[in-house]
């Protein structure tokens, strides 16, 4: 049997995303912030999960980099995987949460 290594992640995301790379090579990689409330001895915390997200398509690389600017929502579903920077998500489909202002960045 072979091991499953498949995420969900949603959130806002934090910061401009950026592009690297030319032709078939180009990647995009954007920060995904995931804010969780719970209750805690009667206080409200907040516990905020940050995690990089790496589209290795060039097409989708592009879509992103039209598409996703800071505190609009996405949910990105792909799977795990690590770098010499660390351990990101590798974006194999992204949604967005539909813009409310006509598409215009505020």
């Known amino acids: 049997m072979s091991d499953l290594n498949s995420i969900l992640f949603e959130g806002a995301v934090a910061g401009e995303p950026v592009i690297a790379g030319q032709g ?28 990089r997200i ?3 398509d060039a097409k989708m690389a592009e879509l992103i980099v ?16 690590e770098d010499e920077a660390g351990i990101y998500i590798a974006a194999e489909h ?3 949460k539909p813009e409310l202002n006509g598409g215009k960045k505020e």
Do not use: D, Q
């Open 66 to 81: 039209r598409c996703a600017y800071a505190g609009r929502m996405a949910r990105v579903v792909g799977c795990t995987a």
């Open 24 to 51: 078939k090579e180009k990647h995009c990689s954007f920060i995904l912030a995931n804010r969780r409330y719970r209750r805690e001895g009667g206080e409200s915390k907040i516990r905020t999960t940050r995690m």
């Open 54 to 56: 790496v589209a290795h």
């Open 94 to 96: 992204i949604e967005y």
